[in-house]
């Protein structure tokens, strides 16, 4: 499953600049991740209400804004429950300057705790192994951003994006919906 070109970073950064929200497009899609992962209701937009009060304090999108929105969701949804499909942080591409990603990464990981913590009031009762993730996030969320342009340095950021990743993964696997047993009746029956 590709992703729509209409989801790059900069096809989102101009829709929020022309709805003049002032949200860099990794926020937007940090904290819907997290509000994904944290188990929001997947039914009826759930996730929009809570998304808008993050974003733009409440005020309604434009509705090409929302649309755009909307696509990211789905895509990222669709990357969530199927392993296969390669979910992925929005984040900026390997010509821009390691500094700027690494900022991106922490605004990315501070916007998903929010989204998650907003969502899933009880981290605090989460596994152990949640619990340490989000701990673990929230250092990351810290990270410098004067970072050397080396091979070293890109080690090390393509590492932090691998652990973040898998650890929005692991959040949704607690919080998220249970998966389907559609499949597995359908597979069972011998016609």
Not at 139 to 162: K, N, P, R
Not at 168 to 173: G, K, M
Request: charged residues 25%.
């Amino acid at each position: 499953m590709a992703t729509p070109p209409s989801l790059c970073i900069d096809n989102l950064k101009k829709a929020l600049d022309d709805a003049e929200i002032g949200q860099h497009p990794v926020e937007v899609h940090g904290a819907l991740v997290g509000l994904i992962c944290g188990g929001v209701d997947q039914e009826n937009h759930a996730w929009v209400g809570p998304l808008i009060d993050l974003m733009n304090d409440g005020q309604p999108l434009e509705t090409s804004l929302l649309q755009l929105i909307n696509e990211l969701y789905q895509d990222t949804v669709a990357r969530l429950v199927d392993f296969d499909f390669g979910f992925t942080l929005l984040l900026p591409e390997e010509e821009v300057s390691l500094s700027h990603r690494v900022e991106a990464l922490s605004l990315w990981t501070q916007s998903f705790l929010t989204g998650i913590a907003i969502i899933q009031p009880k981290l605090n009762q989460a596994s152990a192994d949640v619990k340490e993730v989000i701990k673990d996030l929230a250092e990351i969320a810290q990270v410098e951003f004067d970072v050397g342009e080396d091979e070293e340095s890109e080690t090390a950021y393509v590492e932090l994006q691998e652990f973040v990743r898998m650890a929005a993964i692991l959040c949704y696997a607690e919080f998220g919906p249970e998966p389907s047993m559609d499949n597995a009746d359908d597979t069972q029956k011998v016609h």
